[in-house]
């Protein structure tokens, strides 16, 4: 099953594209290179594919997985942030904190499946407690 997967050169997934464990040396992904303080810095990556079992329902085929890996000696440092970029997310996660619906600080993210704080959503329990 693994020879399935093996297209060094591209021609059958637009991409170099290796199994599962056989991809070359020296190649590492988005998280590694992140963990190391380095970034892609736009080369081209070859992907790794393989099936996995993992959150498949009992009887249903296996799911095709893949993740895209780039050459560790063509990354580039890690830009830093910068002070604008620091006072932007602040920002975007003050207003994730922000009912629309009562206009006040819930004190933790809202949660999208409700779309408003807890205390808005079931306001029937809230008044039981």
Known sequence: MAARFWDPDGAQ???????????????????????????PGGQD???????????????????????????????????????????ALAKANAARRVCPECRTDAGYCIPTSLGMCVTCAYPEEQRAA
């Open 13 to 39: 997934y637009g991409i170099p594209t290796f199994p599962w464990k056989l991809a070359p040396d020296g190649y590492a992904t988005r998280r590694q290179l992140r963990a190391d303080g380095l970034r």
């Open 45 to 87: 990556a070859i992907q790794i594919m393989w099936y996995s079992n993992r959150r498949r329902p009992s009887g249903a085929p296996p799911v095709l997985r893949f993740a895209y890996l780039y050459r560790r000696e063509l990354a580039k440092p890690v830009r830093p942030m910068t002070p604008a970029k620091w006072a």
